[in-house]
């Protein structure tokens, strides 16, 4: 037995009275359409939903290859430090050649200041 059927198999529509097979079948029917438009309605918002989020991910993604693309790679970057470490290297002796020069231009205007103020080399 039917839930919408009574004890006899008779089908009654909402205000009790007796319902033809036919006008149950095409409620039935009416309904199943219905049914199908809802879930076709659903599935379309749902897709458009999901077409937006792929588009913003595929934007996303999109700034990540440009961002990677404008970097630096790992062997131009320790090919410059390799670079500029020598010319650093360089640097630093050609201070210290200078500053040595300098010490002994230092102590030699000292002497020379002492010899000329006392007399005595």
Do not use: P, W
Not at 19 to 38: C, G, I, K, M, T
């Amino acid at each position: 037995m039917n839930k919408d059927s009574d004890a006899n198999g008779n089908y009654h529509g909402s205000d009790g009275r007796f319902v033809s097979l036919r006008d149950y079948f095409e409620r039935v029917f009416q309904d199943h359409a219905r049914e199908h438009r809802q879930l076709a309605e659903g599935i379309r918002i749902a897709s458009v939903a999901q077409d937006k989020r792929l588009d913003a991910m595929n934007e996303f993604r999109s700034a990540l290859v440009d961002q990677t693309n404008r970097g630096v790679t790992r062997e131009l970057f320790d090919a410059r430090v390799d670079v500029l470490s020598t010319a650093i290297g360089v640097l630093e002796k050609r201070m210290a050649y200078y500053a040595g020069g300098a010490a002994v231009v230092g102590a030699l205007l000292g002497y020379l200041a002492r010899v000329i103020t006392t007399g005595n080399a």
